[in-house]
C-alpha cells in the first residue's frame, strides 16, 4: 500500500527516484498544498474515468461511484503552478454539476458576449496592480484636491 502511494507521488511529480523528489524540494509543495497531494495521492487517473481534454492540456475526471460534489475534478496540465481560472466555461458548467453533458459529447452555444478564455495573471508578478499599491512602480500623486487659485488680474 506504501509503495503504491509512493509511485503516484513519483508520477505526479515525473521524478524517477524518491531521492531525486526530495533534492528538488517538490516534496515540499506536493504535501504543504492540499490539493495538490489530494488529486494526485488520493483521486488521481486511477480513481475515475477520463472525460475530456480542455484547450491548455487540463485533463477533466469523472466518477459516479463518489458523493454528489465530489465526483468530478480536474487534474491540471501544470502540476505545481496551476491557476483555476484557466477553466473554460464550458468546462466549469460541467465540473460544478451545472451542465450534465460534458462539453466533449455536447455542442453548447457560445453567447455573443463570450471571449476565449485565458489564463488570468492573479498571484504573479504579472498582475495588473493600481496607482498607489506597493507594487506598481510608478508613484502616485497622493493630493485629492487641488485649491483652485484665482486668475490673477492685471
Do not use: C
Not at 62 to 70: F, H, I, K, M, S
Not at 107 to 114: F, R
Not at 124 to 152: F, I
Amino acid at each position: 500500500m506504501l509503495a503504491k502511494y509512493i509511485f503516484n507521488v513519483l508520477d505526479a511529480t515525473g521524478k524517477k527516484s524518491l531521492l531525486g523528489l526530495i533534492g528538488s524540494l517538490d516534496i515540499v509543495k506536493l504535501l504543504a498544498d492540499g490539493n495538490i497531494g489530494y488529486i494526485k495521492l488520493v483521486k488521481g487517473a486511477h480513481v475515475g474515468t477520463l472525460v475530456g481534454t480542455d484547450n491548455f492540456g487540463n485533463k477533466y475526471y469523472e466518477n459516479n461511484d463518489l458523493p454528489y460534489g465530489r465526483k468530478r475534478w480536474v487534474v491540471y496540465q501544470d502540476t505545481f503552478d496551476y491557476n483555476p481560472t484557466g477553466i473554460s466555461a464550458e468546462w466549469h458548467g460541467w465540473i460544478n454539476g451545472i451542465n450534465d453533458a460534458p462539453p466533449t459529447s455536447h455542442e453548447y452555444k457560445k453567447p455573443l458576449y463570450a471571449v476565449e478564455a485565458y489564463v488570468t495573471k492573479t498571484g504573479t508578478p504579472a498582475a495588473y496592480a493600481p496607482k498607489g499599491v506597493w507594487a506598481n512602480p510608478q508613484k502616485r500623486n497622493w493630493r485629492k484636491v487641488e485649491v483652485w487659485q484665482p486668475p490673477q488680474s492685471s
